[in-house]
């Protein structure tokens, strides 16, 4: 994700849950990458039922950290 991107992101002030899928194409990274940042705790990750949901402004802070 560029730095332009970002902040129009940023600019968006709601909070979405994003899917699994979602989050990998947000961040753009595989899904394999993704459950390594998860597992690691380098992004909270929320299990719901089977699945995982990752809040948006998670992943912004994982991004502008990393």
Known sequence: M???LLQEVEADSSD???TT???CEFLSISR???YKLVKSKKIP???VGD???FLKSDLIRYF???
């Open 2 to 4: 560029n730095k332009n």
């Open 16 to 18: 979405k849950a994003l």
């Open 21 to 23: 899928e979602d989050a």
């Open 32 to 34: 394999q990458t993704l």
């Open 45 to 47: 990750g929320r299990k």
């Open 51 to 53: 699945n995982y949901r």
């Open 64 to 66: 502008k950290n990393d």
